[in-house]
C-alpha cells in the first residue's frame, strides 16, 4: 500500500522560505512514476504546484515557477518542496502526491495517491 | 493555460437522485480528463481517468463521459457517503489544471 506523508513547518513567516518534505512508504521513488506538490487554499479549489520525474527531471507551474523548486532524495525515498519569498496568500493545505507518466505526455497524469496534507500558515 | 470550468458550483440533491456534473475546458483536451471527490477535511481521492475509465474500487454509480471540450461526471443513484466536492482536471498540457469544484449535498 502506497502512503506519503508530508511534514515541515506549519508556520511561516512573510518572505522567509516555506520548505515541506513527502515520505513515501510502500513504493520506491526511483523505480517509476512522478511524483508532486498541489496545495488548496481554506475553502477554495486545488492548484497545481509541479511535479519530478523519478529520474530527475520537474516541471513547474509558471504562476510559481520562480519560486519555487521540488526535489527527490532516493536514499530516503521522500521527495521535498521549497517554495520562497512567501506571502499571506500561499497560506494553504500542501498535498504531495503520485502521478503515473502517460505516453507523450510530460508531467504525468492522474494523481492517484495523496498524503493527507498539512496546513501551511504564512503569517508574522 | 487551460481553463476548466465546472458547473454548477453547488448543488443538493436528494438521496437515489441522479446527479450530474459538467466540466468544460478552454480548448480540445481529447479525453484527458479525470475526476476526483474530496470530503470535507481529507485529501482529493482519484476516481475517473480518461474521462471514463472507473478507478478501481470505485463504485459503478459513479461514470463519466466526454471528449474534446465537454465533459460530464454521473452519480446515478446519490448516497449520503457521496456528500462532497468533485473537481476534474485536464493533463492534455501543462501546468496541470483543475475545475473549481463542484459541492454536492443532500437536500
Redesign the interface.
Known sequence: QVQLQESGPRLVKPSETLSLTCAVSGYSISSGYYWGWIRQPPGKGLEWIGNIYHGGSSYYNPSLKSRVTISVDTSKNQLSLKLTSVTAADTAVYYCARLPAAPGFFGGSYFDYWGQGILVTVSS | ?IQMTQSPSSLSASVGDRVTITCQASQDISN?L?W?QQKPG?????LI?GASNL?TGVPSRFSGSGSGTDFTFTISSLQPEDVATY?C?Q??N????????TNVEIK
Open positions: 493555460d484527458y479525470n476526483y481529507k485529501a482529493p481521492k482519484f481517468d478507478e473537481y482536471q493533463y492534455a501543462l501546468p496541470l489544471t483543475f475545475g473549481g469544484g
